[in-house]
């Protein structure tokens, strides 16, 4: 059973409430409840997990190496954690970049990631269903990563 880890960053926790024009009305609760129902329909096990802390999200991310495979969405850190693209890095599994809103089509500092550079895919606009589009280019690259 491959095992996935869904990782949200800083004040992702007030999805639901938080500016709604921007990130809709679901509750991160929610889009973990959907995430793990999805991936538990294809056999996959996902670990849900948030913090605002990046050093917390290090951790996290470290002491669950052995997982096949990372759903992120950094939150603000996308534009400037150094160290959670490092720690990426090092993990060398794959991952996939989320975002809820459109970057590109809002502020000008959030058009650069240095998160993606480490991501085999990221995905934006598509409210939360990206992390069901997430989930899914990440499950079809680790299928033909398997029958390679």
């Known amino acids: 059973m491959w095992e996935i ?7 992702l926790n007030l999805l639901g409430t938080r ?23 294809q056999g996959i096990k996902v670990h849900a997990f948030q913090s605002n802390s990046e050093g917390t999200i290090i951790d996290f991310l470290q002491e669950h190496r052995s997982a096949n495979g990372i759903i992120i969405n950094p939150g603000a850190f996308t534009h400037y954690s150094y160290a959670i693209r490092d720690c990426l890095a090092a993990l060398s599994l794959p991952v996939v970049e989320v975002h809820i809103s459109q970057v590109y089509q809002r502020e ?13 895919g990221q995905i ?14 990440l499950l079809d690259y680790l299928t033909k990563q398997r029958g390679a």
Do not use: W
Not at 21 to 40: C, F, H, K
Not at 125 to 133: E, I, K, V
């Open 5 to 11: 880890l869904l990782v949200n960053g800083p004040n």
């Open 108 to 120: 000008e500092f959030r058009h650069s990631s240095v998160i993606a550079p480490v991501c085999i």
């Open 124 to 137: 934006s606009g598509f409210g939360d269903f990206g992390y069901l589009l997430g989930l899914q280019g």
């Open 19 to 41: 500016e709604p024009n921007v990130y809709g009305t679901t509750s991160l609760a929610d889009i973990e409840e959907m995430v793990v129902r999805a991936g538990e329909k």
